[in-house]
């Protein structure tokens, strides 16, 4: 598939088309995409194994390739077949409550080469393609962002956070009960089969939870790293059991360098299916000899785990990331298929500059079930107003509405109508992403 240029896009094609290879190498097109997406993350130079498993792998998530090529390159330069700036898009559903499930245009691989900056390709790329998700019939949109202040503009709100932490396994670690079920070591590689079977019972019960891409549990397991196809030969892997004998967890993890002080395990993964696969497999985390540091970087906000420990100072909180960043396409359908712990209505105001999901919109719920209506006449009255990034990240409840309208990101026509929102959209629950694409 072929789109030409963009407005303000002089000097540019624009191209999409589905990544491909045969049975031994990525084809030509997907080679240069990926090549240019490597510069553009600065990662090594790829293998041409490298580059097969990651095209078959984009093939297996039908993930779409757009890129902009420079019409005229001086001697010398990197050749035309390179874009000079890279996007990727494809879909995944996404957890929003209660047991239901959305399908979200999942946006990856965003690069602009340096010297190709401030020249509206990265706008031309994004807004294209917003447009054409929202008239594809998808009702929101989401990205992991490594940089905070880009995508606002593009109506992108952070929804999802996790922390990063440190849990000391010395002496002083121990669990307030004993977890129910059992822990046993496994082959890193049965993680090919047991992952995936494990991940969709823990996507089914986790608000926020995103599905994994094709990758994942070959990367997980240490069997392809993140930047060569060579297996990490540090990763190990343990799976929990239920008291009946069915796997209902597992971790991948590795030790760091035994110079490292003090001597410590970076968790490559961690599922569970139970709270009580949580605790066992911290607990033999916690019990592997000669060691005495876990590190997760992708631990929940609300993690129990400190609560669970005799010494709940040995948990530390090291950082906090964003995970998902969402972007309503469609008021209507998104509003209508998360659930709802409280009923009432409010009317909400929507401001949205690219123009894709702006308006008033009457949100009313019943019995935790909504129905929402457009009203499209003009000057129409509202009870609260924000703009799509605001709900982007009210969306999962993971954001409160009090925070955003103490920094004017909502208004309302009185603290009532914040109330109403506030309670109509928050959810018991936090939400929790450990899928990043």
Not at 312 to 318: E, L, M, N, Y
């Amino acid at each position: 598939m072929s789109q030409g240029a963009g407005s303000g896009t002089a000097g540019y094609q624009f191209r999409s088309f589905r990544p491909g290879s045969t049975r031994y190498q990525a084809n030509e097109a997907t080679t240069a995409w990926l090549e240019a997406c490597a510069l553009g993350f600065q990662e090594p130079v790829a293998a041409p194994e490298h580059l097969l498993r990651t095209a078959q792998s984009y093939e297996s998530d039908q993930r779409v390739l757009t890129g902009a090529y420079a019409t005229g390159r001086p001697a010398r330069a990197w050749d035309a077949a390179h874009p000079v700036a890279t996007y990727a898009s494809f879909v995944e559903p996404l957890n929003v409550g209660g047991g239901r499930s959305l399908d979200a245009h999942l946006i990856a691989s965003v690069t602009v080469r340096p010297n190709h900056r401030r020249r509206g390709l990265m706008r031309e790329l994004m807004t294209s393609d917003l447009f054409r998700a929202r008239d594809e019939g998808r009702a929101l949109a989401a990205l992991s962002s490594m940089e905070a202040t880009i995508y606002g503009r593009f109506g992108f709100g952070a929804a999802t956070f996790s922390r990063r932490v440190e849990v000391d396994t010395s002496d002083r670690f121990a669990l307030s009960s004993s977890p129910a079920g059992s822990v046993e070591v496994t082959d890193p590689a049965s993680l090919l089969d047991v992952a995936p079977a494990v991940f969709d019972r823990f996507q089914a019960q986790t608000l926020g939870s995103l599905k994994r891409t094709a990758s994942y549990p070959a990367k997980i397991a240490g069997i392809w790293a993140d930047d060569r196809p060579e297996p990490d030969r540090r990763a190990r892997a343990a799976l929990h059991y239920d008291v009946a004998g069915s796997i209902d967890g597992y971790v991948s993890y590795k030790v760091l360098q035994w110079e490292s002080e003090p001597r410590t395990i970076a968790v490559l993964d961690l599922v569970w299916a139970s709270q009580s696969a949580y605790f066992g497999l911290w607990d033999f985390l916690a019990s592997i000899d000669l060691v005495t540091r876990v590190k997760f970087g992708s631990a929940a906000m609300a993690d129990p785990l400190q609560w669970a420990m005799a010494d709940r100072r040995g948990f530390k909180v090291t950082g906090e990331d964003d995970g998902l960043w969402l972007r309503v396409l469609n008021p209507v359908v998104a509003l209508e298929a998360r659930s709802y712990e409280a009923d009432g209505e409010v009317r909400i105001a929507v401001a949205d500059p690219l123009g894709i999901a702006g308006g008033v919109f009457v949100l009313s719920v019943r019995d935790g079930v909504a129905t929402v209506t457009s009203d499209d006449s003009k000057d129409a009255p509202s009870d609260v107003a924000m703009d799509v990034a605001a709900l982007g990240s009210l969306y999962l409840g993971g954001v409160r509405v009090d925070a955003l309208a103490r920094t004017g990101q909502v208004s309302a026509t009185s603290p009532a109508a914040l109330d109403v929102l506030d309670a109509l959209l928050a959810h018991r629950e936090q939400p929790y992403c450990v899928t990043h694409f």
